[in-house]
């Protein structure tokens, strides 16, 4: 299926309230969160860089959750759209509600309830918790999800995470299939890839850049839009296909790197024997 987040964000009819950031440094890595945009990581570049990989041009895009369900009559700027709850908040920038947050030199931790994109309506019965931290040159992120309203939805694509990173960033690394290490410009809507190896980076001319381990995922779909202007974006989202039901709490994880793709791999590569052997 093409899934609907190929759309995701390229009009912004207001802007967004004035926003507070946080965020967690350990001498080799930053990252950020914006708590104004449903408390979405929206930087992350190493310690005392200026050049933020990710992407917050509108609370549609930064690293965050996102889920579907079911068509519901709702209308996304003319397009008929679905039960759609995304952490960051509706297409019209209306923020999600951060319930509760926790700040450390270690961690961060927020609780939210999602906006519905197409409708801006709060999501009561969606419950959305991150915790963040970073360890030496990575930052390890882990999300749930908690749904407790009374309608169950067939199974979609799930987004895990959605994430929007700048748009420099225009080649799509990973290992194919057929165990090759694949490079592809994906272009607009969204195409699918499948990989052996849980894990993709976003790079730009010099190789370098972003990548994110996901152990959850053996598929992820894709785009970058290249409009020559504050719109342009490259997109990813690892992907698992499951029913948000009464009662469904879905937690995962990942780890985010940056350097050139050898090195990304390499990193991932141990994180995984470690994991493996305990």
Avoid at 167 to 195: C, H
């Amino acid at each position: 299926m093409r899934l609907l987040a190929a759309i995701f964000c390229l009009i912004t009819l207001s802007a967004p309230a004035a926003e507070r950031w946080v965020y967690l440094d350990n001498d080799h890595v930053r990252l950020g969160v914006n708590m104004s945009a449903g408390a979405c990581v929206g930087w992350f570049s190493h310690s005392g860089s200026k050049d933020n990989l990710l992407n917050a041009y509108d609370v549609g895009r930064y690293l965050q959750q996102s889920y579907y369900g079911d068509t519901d009559g709702s209308d996304w700027n003319g397009k008929p759209w679905r039960y759609n709850p995304v952490q960051g908040g509706s297409w019209k920038n209306e923020p999600a509600l951060v319930l509760n947050s926790r700040e450390s030199p270690n961690e961060i931790y927020a609780k939210m309830h999602p906006r519905h994109w197409a409708t801006g309506a709060l999501l009561k019965e969606v419950t959305l918790e991150q915790w963040l931290r970073l360890e030496g040159g990575l930052a390890r992120l882990k999300f749930k999800m908690s749904y407790s309203g009374d309608k169950e939805h067939k199974p979609y694509h799930q987004e895990l995470p959605a994430l929007f990173v700048k748009p420099a960033l225009d080649t799509l690394v990973y290992i194919s299939k057929d165990g090759q290490l694949t490079r592809k410009q994906p272009g607009f809507p969204n195409e699918m890839i499948q990989f052996s190896e849980p894990w993709l980076a976003w790079v730009d001319a010099k190789d370098s850049g972003l990548g994110i381990l996901c152990p959850h995922a053996h598929e992820a779909t894709c785009y970058r839009v290249r409009e020559g202007n504050k719109g342009d974006v490259s997109y990813a989202a690892p992907l698992q296909t499951f029913a948000l039901k009464p009662g469904l709490v879905f937690e995962y994880e990942v780890v985010l790197a940056i350097g050139n793709v050898e090195q990304i791999r390499s990193v991932f590569g141990k994180l995984r024997e470690a994991s493996s052997s305990r």
